[in-house]
């Protein structure tokens, strides 16, 4: 499976800003959706941001007007600019890609589902 590498998290005060970034490794041929969701510890993983491969995107109610998502597509990159952030956006972010087609093992592969390793962001008030 292609590889999702995520980086950018981090602590931070409350009403700063954090940058999240997430490649797919290898050769992509496309990539439907790519998205970022967020876990809290004993909370369910909840969406946070997506993004089409034709620029349509989806926020969770809690970060609109905050949180920003948006997608290089020729790198096969999406990244989430955090703005205001605060306490309650404390989580685990994981990256997430939807209906992605890559060479494997110099064959064609899909994968309908695919998870970054996850990246903290911490919020101190």
């Known amino acids: 499976q292609v590889p999702l590498v995520e980086s950018g998290g981090g602590l931070v005060q409350a009403g700063g800003s954090l940058r999240l970034s997430c490649a797919a490794s290898g050769t992509i041929f496309s990539i439907n959706a790519m998205g970022w969701y967020r876990q809290a510890p004993g909370k369910q993983r909840e969406l946070v941001a997506l993004?089409?491969?034709?620029?349509?995107?989806n926020y969770a109610d809690s970060v609109k007007g905050r949180f920003t998502i948006s997608r290089d597509n020729a790198n096969n990159t999406v990244y989430l600019q955090m703005n205001s952030l605060k306490p309650e956006d404390t989580a685990v972010y994981y990256c997430n890609a939807e209906g992605m087609a890559y060479r494997y093992n110099g064959r064609y592969s899909y994968s309908s589902n695919s998870w970054g390793q996850g990246t903290q962001v911490t919020v101190s008030s």
């Open positions: 993004i089409t491969s034709g620029g349509r995107t």
